[in-house]
């Protein structure tokens, strides 16, 4: 059984910074592709960034040059350093791991940005 656990997620005033993590527990042969996604109140799950094979990394246009994706542990763990963070920026965040035929999930994390 894999599972998906974020942390980091708070309350943080506009043009504050946080950093959220995520690792994957459970038995998995190898991790290609993890991202960050959000869903803020009222709207749709949308993608944040995305980490392929630890080096190539992919940003929404709405987080370009104040997020960054890295990771670690074997790439099983992913990090997302938010900068310079907005009000739009308050969201659940949660990650995923994409496996053939199936993408796992974690249950999210919190972030508010307001003063």
């Known amino acids: 059984q894999v599972q998906l656990v974020e942390s980091g997620g708070g309350l943080v005033q506009p043009g504050g910074s946080l950093t959220l993590s995520c690792s994957v527990f459970?038995?998995?042969?190898?991790?290609?592709?993890m991202g960050w996604y959000r869903r803020p109140p009222g709207k749709e799950r949308e993608l944040v960034a995305t980490?392929?094979?630890?080096?190539?990394?992919t940003y929404a246009d709405s987080v370009k040059g104040r997020f960054t994706i890295s990771s670690a542990n074997a790439k099983k763990t992913i990090y997302l350093q938010m900068n310079s963070l907005k009000p739009e920026d308050t969201a659940v965040y949660y990650c995923?791991?994409?496996?053939?035929?199936?993408?796992?999930w974690g249950n999210g994390t919190l972030v508010t940005v307001s003063s």
């Open positions: 995923k791991l994409q496996r053939p035929g199936v993408d796992y």
């Open positions: 459970g038995s998995i042969s190898s991790v290609n592709t």
């Open positions: 980490i392929h094979h630890g080096i190539r990394k």
